[in-house]
């Protein structure tokens, strides 16, 4: 009976949490640099400079919440800002970080937090698999952090899907395998697994629906009202669902609708790449997913081949609004949607085998 009202006390609590929104601290967030806009060209060839990347405070969110990220201009891969946003909570109780940016500029990402924080790396969480947000997990376990992530990452990292045009999965560093595992619960969306109190936040990590791949976490910080929201939405390049990890667009469709329900209008979603946004602008990203799913559906219905559909060029109407809208960028987007409309194939162990386009 007790753990009855205590469980009905949580829902009405986050209900009001999602009606009201928090109050955040006066004067935050502050925007100290914004990504780059572009368009940016590569020679081909091009190497990415790595010795040339800093990687330094972009944001704060609060007094003790900082958001990094990496130089504009020089990593063809994500060339707004080079690697994904990283977090780090800090004070008394020790760093917590999301995330860890790539492998090549761990010591740099460490001397940006030691440029704020002399406090020990004590948790780090990682919101899905990709090497510009786990990378240097292996240098920051070595720290002292204990990664968390979903169960799905994990088996990811210790057993890569099959990857097309024969690339060998990267070498694996077992120290940056997350030891602090959970898993999504589908009846309950929306449920932190892991809740930490520490330098005076509320920190929740709220599996997700497989989305982006099969493993993604959001990070909600209630006091300073933040949640960073990862990949599942971007807003430089079109979407991108890592179908072989086990993400799909629809899941992508449902992870917006989730954060429709968890942010208040005011709430920072803090992507892992592009601009910070506030839910009100993840509308008119679910209104593009809808109408591609609906338009590839309606040809491959047809009996258009890949090929054809590429033709067709339907990113057109969004082209002028989509920042960093390379053709590499619209066609992986296509590709993925037409693949998923027919035939797509499930996700066994965390993974899908997806099919091999020539
Ligand atoms: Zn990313």
Same mark, same amino acid.
């Given at each position: 009976?007790k753990?009855?009202?205590?469980c009905?006390? @949580?829902?009405a609590?986050?209900?009001?949490?999602?009606?009201?929104?928090w109050?955040? *601290?006066?004067?935050?967030?502050?925007?100290i640099?914004?990504?780059? =806009?572009?368009?940016?060209?590569?020679?081909? %060839?091009y190497q990415?400079?790595?010795?040339? #990347?800093?990687?330094?405070?972009?944001?704060k969110m609060?007094?003790?919440l900082?958001?990094?990220?990496?130089?504009?201009?020089?990593?063809p891969?994500?060339?707004d800002?080079?690697g %994904?946003?990283?977090m780090a909570?800090?004070?008394?109780?020790?760093?917590?970080?999301?995330?860890?940016?790539?492998?090549q500029v761990? *010591?740099?990402?460490l001397?940006?937090?030691?440029?704020f924080? +002399?406090?020990?790396?004590?948790?780090?969480?990682?919101?899905?698999?990709?090497?510009?947000?786990?990378?240097?997990?292996?240098?920051?376990a070595k720290?002292?952090a204990? #990664?968390f992530?979903?169960?799905?990452?994990?088996?990811?990292?210790?057993?890569?899907p099959?990857?097309g045009?024969g690339?060998?999965?990267?070498?694996?560093?077992?120290?940056?395998?997350?030891?602090?595992?959970?898993?999504y619960?589908?009846?309950?969306?929306g449920?932190?697994a892991?809740?930490?109190?520490m330098? @005076?936040?509320?920190?929740?990590?709220?599996?997700?629906?497989?989305?982006?791949?099969?493993g993604?976490?959001i990070?909600?910080?209630?006091?300073?009202?933040?949640?960073? #929201? *990862?990949?599942?939405?971007?807003?430089f390049g079109?979407?991108?669902?890592d179908?072989?990890n086990?993400?799909?667009?629809?899941g992508?469709?449902?992870?917006?609708?989730?954060? *429709?329900?968890?942010?208040?209008?005011?709430?920072t979603?803090?992507?892992?790449?592009?601009?910070?946004?506030?839910?009100q602008?993840?509308?008119?990203?679910?209104?593009m997913?809808?109408?591609i799913?609906?338009?590839? =559906?309606?040809?491959?219905?047809?009996?258009?081949s890949?090929?054809e559909?590429?033709?067709?060029?339907?990113?057109?109407p969004?082209? +002028?609004?989509?920042?960093?809208?390379?053709?590499?960028?619209?066609?992986?987007?296509?590709?993925?949607v037409?693949?998923?409309?027919?035939?797509?194939?499930?996700?066994?162990d965390?993974?899908?085998?997806?099919?091999a386009?020539?």
């Amino acid at each position: 009976m007790k753990k009855r009202a205590l469980c009905l006390l @949580g829902v009405a609590a986050l209900a009001a949490i999602a009606a009201t929104g928090w109050a955040q *601290e006066a004067g935050y967030p502050i925007e100290i640099v914004a990504p780059g =806009k572009g368009p940016y060209t590569f020679p081909a %060839g091009y190497q990415t400079p790595w010795e040339r #990347i800093q990687i330094v405070v972009t944001s704060k969110m609060s007094p003790n919440l900082f958001v990094l990220h990496g130089s504009e201009g020089l990593d063809p891969a994500h060339p707004d800002a080079s690697g %994904g946003r990283a977090m780090a909570l800090f004070g008394p109780d020790g760093v917590l970080m999301v995330d860890t940016e790539n492998r090549q500029v761990a *010591e740099k990402t460490l001397q940006a937090i030691r440029s704020f924080t +002399n406090a020990p790396i004590k948790v780090l969480v990682n919101t899905h698999i990709h090497s510009d947000h786990t990378g240097a997990n292996a240098f920051f376990a070595k720290q002292g952090a204990v #990664i968390f992530s979903q169960e799905n990452l994990r088996t990811e990292m210790v057993r890569p899907p099959q990857r097309g045009g024969g690339q060998a999965a990267p070498a694996l560093d077992m120290a940056g395998v997350p030891t602090a595992t959970y898993t999504y619960n589908a009846s309950a969306p929306g449920q932190p697994a892991v809740t930490f109190t520490m330098n @005076g936040e509320t920190v929740d990590f709220i599996p997700m629906m497989p989305s982006h791949t099969a493993g993604d976490t959001i990070v909600r910080f209630r006091k300073a009202n933040v949640i960073y #929201i *990862e990949d599942f939405y971007r807003n430089f390049g079109y979407p991108f669902a890592d179908q072989a990890n086990g993400g799909s667009i629809k899941g992508m469709l449902d992870a917006v609708d989730l954060i *429709e329900k968890l942010a208040g209008p005011d709430t920072t979603l803090i992507p892992g790449h592009g601009t910070l946004v506030k839910k009100q602008d993840l509308l008119t990203y679910r209104a593009m997913l809808m109408d591609i799913l609906a338009r590839v =559906k309606a040809l491959r219905d047809q009996g258009k081949s890949l090929k054809e559909v590429l033709a067709a060029n339907l990113t057109a109407p969004y082209d +002028n609004t989509t920042q960093g809208d390379t053709q590499q960028s619209k066609d992986r987007f296509i590709t993925e949607v037409y693949d998923e409309v027919k035939d797509f194939p499930p996700i066994v162990d965390g993974k899908r085998t997806m099919p091999a386009h020539p």
